[in-house]
């Protein structure tokens, strides 16, 4: 247990709807990181939170979008949504030059 | 831009046998290095890091792995296979804004 939590386990959904990722980081780290994993992309990175503030984006569609919030959880809205957003979405935290991943939310879009 | 390269998609091997996977990464400067290992349905889990210093750096359940500086690689050893160690695992390369940058993963497989 990495003590990153995400919800929900699992989403499905269809074409066309919006949904909200969750992501609490480990006590104590301020830093939340977003990433994709696909079958045909990979593993890539979307977003990067510091204490509420956006840090860093990475390939992250406009269609997407998030924020931290005072409490540093932060939330992934992904918006439009594509057969091809089906992914798994995964949250970081970071304790010094590491990071810790959380479970990650398997979003199915049919 | 930073990009890993993991060549083999796919290993397999016999229990009890040595492994290797390989990692190549490009990078302007000196690169802080990872692997991650994913089992089936799992986040990632870190199993070593290199940041500095020596180049053989050792980690969890046994792995350890050699940066190469003169070859652009990073490769993941471990002398004895088991077969909880059937995952997909992934290197990656940490930007020092700590974003990483990911490998394609390598599966895995042992055979008993």
């Known amino acids: 247990d990495s003590g990153v939590t995400q919800t929900p386990k699992h989403l499905i959904t269809a074409t066309g709807q919006r949904v909200t990722l969750r992501c609490s980081p480990r006590s104590g780290d301020l830093s939340v990181y977003w990433y994709q994993q696909s079958l045909d992309q990979g593993l890539q990175f979307l977003i990067h939170y510091y204490n509420g503030e956006e840090r860093a984006k990475g390939n992250i569609l406009e269609r997407f979008s998030a924020q931290q919030f005072p409490d540093l959880h932060s939330e992934l809205n992904l918006s439009s949504l594509e057969l091809g957003d089906s992914a798994l979405y995964f949250c970081?935290?970071?304790?010094?030059?590491?990071?810790?991943f959380g479970p990650g939310t398997r979003l199915t879009v049919l | 831009a930073q990009s890993v390269t993991q060549p083999d998609i796919h290993i397999t091997v016999s229990e009890g046998a040595s492994l290797e996977l390989r990692c190549n990464y490009s990078y302007g400067a000196t690169p802080y290095l990872f692997w991650y290992v994913q089992s089936p349905g799992q986040g990632l889990q870190l199993l070593l890091k290199?940041?500095?210093?020596?180049?053989l750096v050792q980690g969890i359940k046994g792995f350890e792995a050699e940066f190469k500086r003169s070859q652009s690689s990073f490769n993941l050893r471990k002398p004895s296979v088991h077969w909880s160690d059937a995952a997909e695992y992934f290197c990656?390369?940490?930007?020092?804004?700590?974003?990483?940058?990911f490998g394609g993963g390598t599966r895995l497989m042992v055979k008993p």
């Open positions: 290199y940041f500095s210093g020596d180049t």
């Open positions: 970081a935290s970071t304790s010094g030059d590491e990071q810790f």
């Open positions: 990656a390369v940490d930007d020092a804004g700590n974003m990483l940058t």
